[in-house]
């Protein structure tokens, strides 16, 4: 196992790493809405969805990844009624290249963020 760490991401707000990589896939922990100086992003939900894409770009790339070769992901919506808007931002990412996803409402994520994301992705062979 690899561990996987950039300053260009949020940094782990508990006992666990940004990433691993096993056997070439790579495992992200989940992002939420977090500068990567620990500043919570406010508004809606789709400026927090951009910056939660920021964060899993930088943690993708820090892993040998891009979204382009992310397999999976799963999202955890603090309400679905912002589905909608959430699926709008999530489709500029992943316009041609869409991976497997499950979507879920939760009753509260940390920091009360209003979405996480967090992906399985292939790592390039280099």
Same mark, same amino acid.
């Given at each position: #196992?690899?561990?996987?760490?950039?300053?260009? %991401?949020?940094?782990?707000? @508990?006992?666990?790493? !940004? &990433?691993? /990589?096993?056997?070439? #896939?790579?495992?992200?922990?989940?992002?939420? %809405?977090?500068?990567?100086? @620990?500043?919570?992003? !406010? &508004?809606? /939900?789709?400026?927090?969805?951009?910056?939660?894409?920021?964060?899993?770009?930088?943690?993708?790339?820090?892993?040998?990844?891009?979204?382009?070769?992310?397999?999976?992901?799963?999202?955890?919506?603090?309400?679905?009624?912002?589905?909608?808007?959430?699926?709008?931002?999530?489709?500029?990412?992943?316009?041609?290249?869409?991976?497997?996803?499950?979507?879920?409402?939760?009753?509260?994520?940390?920091?009360?963020?209003?979405?996480?994301?967090?992906?399985?992705?292939?790592?390039?062979?280099?």
């Amino acid at each position: #196992m690899k561990v996987v760490h950039t300053n260009e %991401a949020p940094q782990a707000i @508990g006992p666990y790493s !940004q &990433g691993i /990589i096993v056997n070439n #896939m790579f495992y992200s922990s989940g992002q939420i %809405a977090l500068t990567p100086e @620990g500043e919570m992003v !406010q &508004g809606d /939900i789709q400026a927090q969805t951009h910056q939660v894409f920021k964060n899993l770009k930088a943690v993708l790339e820090a892993a040998g990844a891009s979204l382009e070769t992310v397999v999976k992901t799963t999202v955890f919506l603090k309400d679905m009624n912002d589905f909608a808007a959430m699926n709008e931002v999530y489709g500029q990412y992943f316009a041609d290249h869409k991976p497997a996803r499950s979507a879920v409402e939760i009753a509260r994520l940390p920091k009360d963020a209003l979405i996480e994301i967090e992906v399985v992705a292939l790592v390039k062979q280099s």
